[in-house]
């Protein structure tokens, strides 16, 4: 059964990188044919895709946050990697992992709050 | 880059049957978006209710469908129970990546 669970700071000072980690079990990324991808959701409001990585290299970031992110794969740790620059109060969210496919359902993981302090 | 449209908020009689809808402003929604539907309840992640267009899972109520309809994506409530009040975003796939509606509150009153 695939889990995913996000690790992580809770809280990161302004200016400063936000970095979380997605552990996967149940599945492996090394030999699947999925898109693993990170999604946000600031209080209050509704979902932002983050971006996503297929394993062989490729990745795809929201527009208005891809100068900032980075999302990477470790295969030995079977784990993804989110990764955001010089954060504000605006990058104050719950941040989720997912596994999807086009054609097939998305995974949730539980999400993880992610505060930004001055 | 693409925006993802949906009604802000519905409300909908308990029994009633309403149709929450997706589009986009690149034109018509079409199966090679492949559509996906989540719910999400008040303090919780969202869970998937449909995807490609009209797959369910194995936890998704019966009374729940997704289609096509009329240049949009559309998901159908019939019979709505008083557990269906939350907030439902859909998300679609484009060449250059995955774009979330703002989502539709809906409200069973």
């Known amino acids: 059964q695939l889990q995913l669970q996000e690790l992580g700071p809770g809280l990161v000072k302004s200016s400063e990188t936000l970095s979380l980690t997605c552990t996967v079990s149940g599945d492996s990324i090394r030999s699947s044919n999925y898109y693993w991808g990170w999604i946000r959701q600031s209080p209050g409001k509704g979902l932002d895709w983050i971006g996503s990585?297929?394993?062989?290299?490729?990745?795809y970031y929201n527009p208005s946050l891809k100068s900032r992110v980075t999302i990477s794969v470790d295969t030995s740790k079977n784990e993804v990697s989110l990764k955001v620059m010089s954060v504000t109060a605006a990058d104050t969210a719950v941040y989720y992992c997912a596994r999807h496919r086009a054609g097939m359902t998305l995974y949730w993981g539980q999400g993880t709050l992610v505060t930004v302090s001055s | 880059q693409a925006v993802v449209t949906q009604e802000p908020s519905l409300t909908v009689s308990p029994g009633g049957t309403i149709t929450l809808t997706c589009g986009s402003t690149t034109g018509a929604v079409t199966s090679g978006h492949f559509p996906y539907w989540f719910q999400q309840k008040s303090g919780q992640a969202p869970r998937t209710l449909i995807y490609d267009t009209h797959n369910k899972h194995s936890w998704t109520p019966a009374r729940f469908s997704g289609s096509l309809l009329g240049g949009k994506a559309a998901l159908t409530l019939s019979g709505a129970q008083p557990e269906d009040e939350a907030e439902y975003y859909c998300?679609?796939?484009?060449?250059?990546?995955?774009?979330f509606g703002g989502g539709t509150k809906l409200t069973v009153l």
């Open positions: 990585i297929y394993y062989g290299g490729s990745t």
């Open positions: 998300l679609l796939s484009y060449s250059t990546g995955w774009v």
